[in-house]
């Protein structure tokens, strides 16, 4: 390749030519913005000063016609009615005129003419409107038409023409400035065909210069670089052309035998990854492979242990019932221990496999009225509310999306747990409500019960983990921990509020539908005087959604004169494949 001769760097060379040319561009872009300015005055001109004057010119002959119209009218009726036209048109006539006087600043030719328009009507009605009317009023019509003679009319058609002379003026003055303006349109569009040329022409030279001193030193790098790149490590890289590219090539070059001697080591990097990975993967089939086997191996034990339980417990119980009060009375306590330990144990193992199933057995998410929920679930626990002589009662609740069944066993325990965990001398409140935060559902069940020290508030999630002796209140301590892993399956996480006066409140949040969400976004945009964060509840702990500023919405309740479902029915204690836990 034949070196490229000439001294000057290819910066300069870029810098020079670009000089010139937006010196060039500079130069046409002022004196378009000149002509562009003045073709806008001119257009200015011609829509907001020749044109208005155009339709007023006409509305003041409308308007000088009224008033001839009116006098003739009221000469031959005689009726003062007939002459409202005559001053409508009179006023009309002043508006019209003094309007057009705002727009003859430039144009002392039309003012002239609308003077002598003014004179001429002036005339006209000092000579016969003002006469007519006047003769009209004091000798009747006859004498009023006599004054309308052919002089009369001559006067008028004196001022219809001063009329048509003032519109022919106006016209004039529309032409010649419609004329300017096509003047200055196309000495415009001239400048902006030099600036295509200029532009055209320097791209041309642009292109020429590169594709000399800029493509071909690069093709013959790229040439050069393939052959790198095709595995010949060692084959040295040199180029011509302006210096910027004799120092590429030597950086390409530097570069070539910095790859070459560090080949080695990312060959061996590599191959030690591969190993890695390799071991990874087999641990990682391992690892679902082995969890595979676990949850066959639970389910397959659970199923196992529930014959010999059941043996055990028939058995326990026919023993209890045939032989109560025939033996003494510790062989009595002995078998209360076997029936009340195989019982737990059947429980337990049912509460486990409801644990294990949570997220693994799934019909899929559906949407879900949360308030048809709460009726399922005063009906699974109208039994124990009527024991504890408890109150249950919700507020509007919202339509999610998540497994209902799972949902129904939520609410169910933390209800269930507000019942059981009440305090002796009080009869049991249960409170749910929902208000939207941000994208979720905030959903908040609150009890008056017994309340739980805030050191243990993350500790009742926890699975077998119990607060208190079995034989104060009983169950197999995993209601909550089935509650926590439900509400994350959802995409929620669930806390005791530990800021509450009295009882307890579980909280628990649920994704809200873009529905809510927008609904909630266009509510507060349309309330800027709305307070920024919603309230958290009163000391009943009723807690209205974020999206309802105005209304409270309506507490329902699950009282014995009510149905304990929205559609009024009842169902029993199972919810899809689990029955209701009580932690």
């Not at 790229?222 to 950086?251: C, M, N, S």
């Not at 209360?336 to 799934?362: K, Y």
């Not at 500790?459 to 994350?488: M, N």
């Amino acid at each position: 390749m034949t070196p490229v001769v000439g001294g000057w760097s290819l910066r300069r060379r870029v810098i020079t030519l670009l000089t010139v040319v937006g010196v060039l561009l500079i130069g046409l872009a002022g004196a378009e913005a000149a002509m562009a300015a003045r073709n806008r005055t001119q257009i200015d001109a011609v829509l907001n000063e020749t044109g208005p004057l155009r339709v007023q010119s006409q509305e003041l002959l409308n308007a000088v016609l009224d008033q001839e119209t009116a006098v003739r009218g009221y000469a031959v009726s005689g009726d003062p009615n007939d002459l409202d036209p005559y001053q409508t048109g009179l006023d009309q006539e002043k508006k019209v005129v003094a309007a057009m006087r705002a727009l003859l600043d430039d144009y002392p030719q039309i003012g002239q003419e609308l003077r002598i328009v003014e004179e001429r009507a002036e005339q006209w009605r000092q000579l016969v409107a003002v006469p007519v009317v006047t003769t009209t009023e004091q000798s009747g019509t006859s004498a009023g038409q006599a004054l309308i003679t052919e002089r009369a009319r001559q006067q008028f058609d004196e001022v219809r023409a001063a009329i048509e002379d003032l519109q022919a003026e106006i016209l004039t003055a529309r032409e010649q400035s419609a004329d300017d303006v096509r003047s200055s349109s196309n000495l415009l569009v001239a400048l902006l065909i030099i600036a295509a040329l200029v532009v055209v022409v320097a791209g041309s030279v642009l292109l020429l210069s590169l594709d000399r001193m800029v493509i071909g030193p690069l093709v013959g790098l790229a040439d050069q670089v393939r052959e790198v790149a095709k595995g010949d490590y060692q084959h040295g890289i040199a180029t011509t052309g302006p210096p910027e590219f004799v120092q590429l090539g030597a950086d390409v070059d530097a570069m070539r035998q910095k790859i070459a001697s560090d080949l080695a080591e990312v060959r061996e990097a590599r191959e030690r990854i591969e190993w890695v990975n390799s071991q990874l993967q087999k641990q990682a089939e391992e690892l679902t492979r082995s969890n595979r086997d676990l949850e066959q191996f639970a389910y397959v034990a659970s199923h196992d242990l529930q014959e010999p339980l059941r043996k055990v417990a028939s058995f326990c119980q026919l023993l209890q019932r045939r032989y109560a009060g025939q033996l003494d009375e510790r062989a009595d306590q002995y078998i209360a221990f076997a029936v009340d330990g195989a019982q737990r144990m059947q429980r337990l193992i049912n509460d486990l496999l409801a644990f294990s199933r949570i997220g693994r057995l799934t019909s899929g998410f559906t949407e879900v009225d949360l308030n048809k929920v709460m009726g399922d679930v005063a009906g699974q626990t109208e039994a124990a509310r009527q024991y504890a002589d408890a109150e249950l009662t919700w507020t509007e609740l919202p339509v999610i999306r998540g497994e209902e069944p799972l949902l129904t066993n939520l609410l169910a325990n933390l209800v269930s747990n507000s019942i059981k965990f009440r305090r002796p001398d009080l009869p049991p409140k249960v409170h749910v409500s929902a208000r939207l935060v941000g994208s979720e559902w905030e959903i908040s069940c609150q009890d008056n019960g017994i309340g739980i020290e805030p050191e243990f508030a993350d500790k009742i999630f926890v699975i077998f983990q119990r607060l208190h002796s079995k034989d104060a209140y009983p169950g197999t301590g995993i209601g909550l921990a089935i509650a926590k892993k439900i509400v994350e399956y959802h995409g929620g996480r669930v806390w005791v509020d530990t800021d509450v006066p009295e009882g307890t409140t579980i909280r628990f949040t649920l994704p809200a539908t873009p529905e809510d969400v927008e609904a909630a976004t266009a509510t507060a945009a349309g309330s800027p005087e709305s307070p920024q964060e919603p309230p958290t509840g009163d000391e009943t702990g009723d807690v209205a959604p974020a999206n309802e500023a105005s209304a409270t919405p309506p507490e329902q309740s699950a009282g014995a004169d009510r149905p304990d479902r929205a559609d009024g029915s009842r169902e029993s204690g199972r919810t899809g494949d689990m029955r209701e836990t009580v932690g």
